[in-house]
């Protein structure tokens, strides 16, 4: 006797025939029933009957299918597809059977509960759940070395407990996601050593019942890797920007040191390709005649990739692109490849909001492959004006005699850089050791110098000279490493002149705290060693899924302090170094310290409409030695459109200290906390995707333990925005608000609408004011 089906013993749902052809009503309502070990939103993402969007998660509020009804624009309405349902049934048993319920029974339930107004249900009745009892390999190759069969079974999937040489004791939930992994490590494990012609049916997951307990079983991965196989002789064609096939020059390579006897590397290129045929032998990671190894083949490709010049054609292990010819144990391998333009000149314009709303232009000159060697070097000049507003003028204008701070009128702030920089894509000394590294996938050196000037709200930089020497280590596409063996820094600052008038007023020009506030605008002289530790697998400009993690180190002032005291007056420490150059009239002061930083950002895919974004900000910077204050242009600062909105740059903190009566900007210490959802509510409207983003940023910056301002009255005057434990988290300004974000493919405007939920001086929920802001990207 046939047993009734699930949607026939639910009686209260009403089954129709899929087969129906009516696709006019409107999908308001979606459900899952029986789905007791997969989420709702878990199907809800695999199905593709949909309803339309949701706004914040709330049941049928559908605002911009509202909008589009009203105005014909926004969403349109979700149509009922029966067609779609049947194939969605298919989908969740696929899904199913792949986390182990392979007697999985799925029907649906069509309701029209208002005319043309649908509910769909999919009723799910899971089945008992399968589980992989051991996991077994048979038809391994015999290794001639040893460990690498122990680092093979060590880096599987199913790792643990061996019952014997060959076999894992698992006892865990059937996933079929994993058994693909392994067949995936199998196979890269193969191709690896030397058995190229190895394809996924050479590795076959096969699966047998227990016949007590069919949920119970056992996996046998039975493998058949072919044969060895040898890399043969290696062509690269390279032509110059314009293409073509015709070439002229050739060399061939045959022989130690770059191929095994009896093979060669042969090499063609056209006269305007302008490089050398060394660069090209030193981006490939084999050797002709060497057992063929996919890893070295796959980093080769990637070498060429990353060198900047060029562009890959075409690179395969056949002449014509096809498939290898895997009845000859001698595998060639063929690059085609071509240079860009030598030399590129780009202009940009851009808008920009700090304290005001300002443009900007600039001027961009690249030589890609200075030397033919794939150098980079780049000369770039940025300059930009801002208008500033009395209101933001005043905050750090002197009072008058009622108290009052009084501004002359708005100023146009104005800066510039000039920046030149030469890049190789190696490791120079004295890294060049760890070239061909396993665990450097690709390197880069980076020389730059800049020179700029700028005007800021409390203080001007006169000048700004920097070098960097910086090498970069790409470990993989997930991680990376940058190491600043060499930075060097010499800034000099004054106060602006309303910061300074108002600084004297409150403490009387020539007096103790006067002098002492002025140290922090002396010239100043700088070294850093920094390394650089990050990790991201997101898209850059979308930022809509995985993470982007920094962590950073720096080492400070150790240059300057070993010439003064071995070089400028051997035996004493004055702690200032003369100008070199004539470079400033007054001596260049400097300060020993160490400071760390963390940066951590999550983006959680709600729907595929929605992005759930976080990120925690962490550093500290403090002083070592006999040092004890932090150079300016090396503290922490809070505030802005990038940073937590709803403040201005630099007008955020220290601690509780409001800006009124702020005497040294910037902190030691920054804690950080922002949250941001973002949904599409317009598709295609300019060619954007337009998203709606609710965002709250908080945080502050504060004065660190070592950083002491007492006045002549031993009174310390920077209480209330040093850093305690006890009180520090009533010191965290919040901002929350509202944005645009208009989504190009290339490129994101920023409109964001803030209000300052936790004003740290007129308390919660008590400044009404709205702060706008305007940014390129998203803050994070």
């Known amino acids: 006797m046939n047993e009734p089906s699930y949607a026939q013993q639910n009686e209260e749902f009403t089954t129709e025939e899929i087969s129906a052809d009516e696709e006019d009503g409107v999908v308001r309502r979606l459900r899952f029933t029986g789905n007791r070990n997969a989420s709702n939103r878990a199907l809800t993402t695999l199905v593709r009957t949909r309803t339309n969007r949701e706004f914040l998660g709330i049941r049928r509020f559908t605002p911009w299918y509202y909008i589009w009804q009203v105005f014909g624009v926004g969403e349109s309405p979700s149509l009922l597809n029966r067609e779609v349902v049947a194939n969605d049934i298919e989908r969740i048993k696929l899904f199913y059977e792949n986390l182990g319920f392979f007697e999985v029974e799925v029907d649906t339930s069509i309701i029209e509960f208002r005319e043309n107004r649908y509910e769909v249900s999919f009723l799910i009745r899971e089945g008992p759940e399968s589980s992989i009892r051991t996991v077994s390999y048979t038809g391994l190759p015999e290794l001639e070395n040893e460990n690498l069969l122990r680092n093979f079974y060590r880096n599987s999937v199913f790792s643990g407990h061996m019952l014997n040489d060959s076999t894992f004791s698992h006892n865990s939930r059937y996933r079929a996601q994993q058994l693909r992994e392994e067949q995936t490590r199998i196979i890269n494990f193969l191709k690896n050593e030397g058995f190229a012609s190895v394809v996924r049916d050479s590795v076959r997951a096969l699966l047998r019942r227990d016949s007590d307990d069919p949920t119970t079983i056992d996996v046998l991965f039975a493998i058949r890797p072919g044969d060895i196989y040898t890399f043969g002789d290696i ?66 490709i990637n070498s060429f990739q990353n060198l900047g010049n060029v562009l890959i054609n075409r690179f395969g292990l056949s002449e014509d692109s096809s498939l290898p010819d895997f009845s000859e144990s001698v595998i060639p391998v063929y690059f085609d490849l071509q240079t860009i333009p030598k030399h590129s000149l780009r202009a940009e314009f851009f808008g920009m909001r700090r304290y005001g709303f300002g443009t900007g232009a600039g001027a961009n000159y690249t030589n890609n492959n200075v030397f033919g060697m794939a150098e980079n070097l780049n000369f770039g000049l940025n300059t930009s004006f801002e208008f500033v507003s009395s209101r933001t003028l005043s905050e750090i204008a002197p009072r008058d005699t009622t108290g009052r701070r009084t501004s002359s009128g708005a100023a146009i702030f104005q800066s510039y850089e000039v920046r030149a920089e030469y890049s190789v894509p190696r490791l120079n000394f004295p890294f060049t050791f760890l070239t061909g590294s396993r665990f450097v996938e690709s390197a880069r050196t980076r020389y730059t110098l800049t020179y700029s000037q700028s005007n800021q709200l409390f203080f001007d930089i006169n000048s700004d000279i920097r070098f960097n020497l910086r090498y970069e280590f790409r470990h993989s596409s997930r991680y990376t490493s940058l190491f600043d063996l060499l930075e060097l820094d010499i800034v000099d600052t004054n106060p602006s002149d309303q910061f300074r008038q108002n600084l004297i007023n409150e403490f009387g020009e020539g007096s103790f705290e006067f002098l002492r506030i002025e140290q922090d605008f002396n010239p100043q002289f700088s070294s850093i060693i920094r390394y650089t530790f990050r990790s991201q697998n997101t898209h850059l400009i979308k930022r809509d899924f995985g993470h982007f993690a920094e962590f950073s180190l720096s080492l400070a002032g150790n240059i300057p302090y070993a010439i003064d005291r071995y070089i400028s007056n051997p035996g004493e420490i004055e702690g200032s170094l003369p100008s070199p150059f004539g470079l400033s009239s007054n001596d260049l002061s400097y300060s020993r310290f160490i400071k760390f930083s963390s940066d951590y950002r999550r983006y959680i895919p709600l729907t595929q409409n929605s992005v759930l974004a976080f990120r925690a900000f962490g550093g500290i910077a403090q002083p070592i030695g006999d040092s004890e204050t932090i150079p300016l242009n090396r503290r922490f600062f809070a505030g802005g459109s990038n940073d937590i909105r709803g403040w201005n740059p630099f007008r955020l903190g220290p601690g509780a200290i409001s800006p009124d009566d702020l005497s040294i900007p910037g902190g030691e210490i920054k804690l950080a906390f922002f949250k941001e959802y973002r949904t599409i509510f317009l598709r295609d409207v300019f060619n954007a995707q337009w998203f709606l983003a609710w965002h709250t940023d908080a945080g502050n910056v504060w004065y660190g333990p070592r950083n002491t301002f007492r006045d002549e009255d031993d009174v310390e005057l920077l209480r209330d925005g040093k850093f305690f434990l006890d009180s520090f988290y009533k010191q965290l300004a919040v901002g929350s608000g509202f944005g645009i974000r208009l989504d190009w493919e290339f490129i994101v405007f920023r409109f964001d609408l803030t209000y300052r939920v936790h004003d740290l001086q007129e308390g919660w929920l008590e400044n009404r004011l709205p702060y706008f802001s305007f940014g390129i990207g998203h803050s994070f």
């Open 235 to 300: 062509q690269i064609n390279l032509s110059g920007p314009e293409g073509g096939d015709e070439f002229d020059e050739s060399e061939t390579k045959e022989g130690p040191p770059h191929a095994l006897e009896g093979y060669a590397i042969r090499m063609q290129k056209q006269n305007k390709a302008q490089t050398h045929f060394d660069l090209l032998t030193e981006q490939i990671h084999f050797k002709p005649g060497d057992t063929f190894d996919q890893s070295a083949y796959l980093r080769s």
